[in-house]
């Protein structure tokens, strides 16, 4: 993926942890509607969530192959 310029806007402090949440699916209904509607808006956001989401899957697959037996976290 390519990077976003830094003059792209300017989202929360926590956008990342923000990110984060909503592609593990934690982010309550409004939260996540809320989100949803701002960061399809702003590339540098989409940007963010995109990593997020990368990273997320990621994770779930490595302790899939570590821990098979554990419970799963999500899809």
């Known amino acids: ?30 939260e996540r509607s809320a989100f949803e509607d701002h960061f399809i808006i702003y590339p540098r956001c989409t940007y963010i969530v995109a990593r997020a989401d990368e990273y997320v899957r990621a994770m779930k697959k490595a302790l899939r192959r570590l821990c098979p037996s554990a419970v799963r976290l999500g899809s």
């Open 1 to 30: 993926m390519e990077s976003v310029s830094d003059s792209a806007p300017i989202c929360p402090l926590d956008m990342e942890e923000i990110a984060e949440a909503y592609c593990m699916g934690r982010l309550p209904g409004k």
